[in-house]
């Protein structure tokens, strides 16, 4: 079922002239698409390709549906990718290229590594040369002028590899989200870079600060490529085309929840769905109007398409699965390789059928390459499923589609295995990708989400963990390091509005180096709602300062602040005096009540303490030591 906000998509973005409604949307594009097929079996496609997208169990990209089946001349490509070389003709020609891409709806990513660095002196005009960053502002300008028919802002990523002189520039030229407002940015990067402590720390720095630059690791890349001797260095915006210059995307992708019946995924089903929309895209190369006859050129020389999926963490939600577990990560190798083994299939029989690739007698299918992972972020809206392979980001969202605010609710947000993308730690979010990478011939578009309090040497970890899983690409977001977010949560913590009569909780007695420090935390639902820290004589300034602690942790935890960022916030705090004892260092009153707090958090590793029953002192409000036959207390108040 198409909830209101697919309908308000599909009614200002997808509808033609004349069309009122999904049905009309996908009759068009079915019945264009079928049209590549002889004459006898089209009208079997046209109603095969309409029950995939009328039940949304698969959508092509968002351009099949602004321009299938038109009279006007429309690309139903979504993105391309260019490599600018070092001279006038190309680099103007293509700005000239980007605005055709850019006006049919398209998105493209430029690699600019061939560009020589700025201030290099030209022999011809005895001038110094611009730089690629210069020529990406000019590139983002054309961008400025083209809105795209109305249907959706310039997507564009520049592309530099790490081994240009102008890289460390390139890293910070979007340091501020005004700059090359139409782009993002990636960097290429070798293994030798990654050798390279400065690079990678400048890199995650910028990370850290503002989500860019993303990154490209060519030696996956290269290891993949499906031709001998073909390079493959463009790609797309968000880096799931991987192919060589002026290659074009063929993308659509399958919604996995619709395979998942009775506590079972049907795989015969799945494979059967993989045969026919193989079989739409690769319908698609031929029928396309690309802007460019080179670009037409290529399509057909390389036949390229990218079959993905959306829907993978709802899946695991409907599985009982929580998203990156162990689980998830064997049930996300089963489907892909599922996956890949079909859609291979596929291609050759369409080769046996259809012809091979011309220019490449020896591949045994008709496509270079057949799968990619796209970001689905109109489609999965449609579909009202999870995006790509990404996690659901919150439970509510409010997200930003052509300068309108959206709210989405998610319908599977009672499920015992729902969880946000913020919970899932950045290591098994890398993990799943990981797992999709080993069967997916061309990239993956993945954000990998990190929580504000992530630090730029845990970024700085992520990105070597990443390389050495053999991702392709990635991409990293820490949370609310931009003003301006695409996507915020707006679930409504599940606070009660009264206090309720009964809590349940521990008590902690921990030494520290000002006295004994007792530590109560309880829970509501079984999470840490209130937190109250004693120590000291009532009167006394250390009681006053621990008690007002206990109060802003408690009120931090009761408008949504999770007790992992507080416990981090906390731990490794210093003061003057600290305690050394079995426990370990404790270094300050902060410092311990972090300690607990950790206790409760979604972590591995807990800190155990051990918990005795002491009464407490009535003079100074320590514990009581029984010693020699008596309780004492440090303070000197004894009860004998």
Known sequence: MINDIGQSIIRERYCAPGEKAWEDVCNRVAKHIASREKKKDRKKYEDIYFDLMYNCIFLPASPVF????????????????????????????????????????????????????????????????????EVLKHYSSVGDMVTQAGKRHAAMLGLLNANHKDIDEFIICKDTEDKLANFNISVGIRKKDMDNKNLLSKIAENIYNNGEPGLIFWDKVDID?????????????????????????????????????????????????????IRFLDNILDLNYYPDPLIKETALKYRQIGLGVMGLADLFILSGLKYGSEQSRLFTNLIF??????????????????????????????NATCLSIAPTGSLSRIANVSPGIEPNFAAKTESIILDKSLTHEHPLTDHKAFISALDVHPIKQIDIVSEVQKFVDSGVSKTVNVKESTTKEQIEELIIYAYEKGLKGVTFYRDGSRKKQQIVDKTKKQIPKEQPETLIGKTHRINTGLGRLHITVNQYEGKPYEVFAVMGKAGQDVTADTESLGRLISLALQNGISIDDI???????????QYIGKRGTVKSIPDAIGKVLKEYCNTETKTQWEETEYDLCPSCGNSLIYQEGCEHCECGYSRC
Request: with cysteine; aromatic share 6%.
């Open 66 to 133: 602004f321009n299938a089946g038109l009279t006007t001349k429309g690309c139903m490509s979504p993105c391309f990718g260019l490599i600018a070389d070092d001279n006038m003709e190309s680099i103007m020609g293509t700005a000239t290229l980007i605005a055709n891409i850019l006006k049919y709806g398209g998105g493209v990513g430029i690699n600019v590594s061939n560009l020589r660095p700025k201030g290099t002196k030209i022999s011809s005009t005895h001038g110094k040369a611009m730089g690629p960053i």
């Open 567 to 577: 416990s981090k916030q906390l731990n490794g705090i210093g003061g003057n005096t």
């Open 225 to 277: 490529v499906p031709i001998q001797d073909i390079i493959f260095n463009a790609v797309n915006p968000c880096s799931e085309h991987l192919g060589p210059n002026k290659g074009n995307c063929c993308l659509g992708s399958i919604n996995l929840t619709k395979f998942y019946n009775d506590n079972n995924f049907d795989y015969d089903l799945f494979e059967i769905t993989i045969h026919d929309c």
């Open 337 to 366: 390789d599922r996956l890949n083994a079909s859609a291979f299939d596929a291609s050759r029989q369409l080769k046996l059928e259809r012809g091979e690739l011309k220019d490449f007698p020896d591949i045994d299918r008709r």
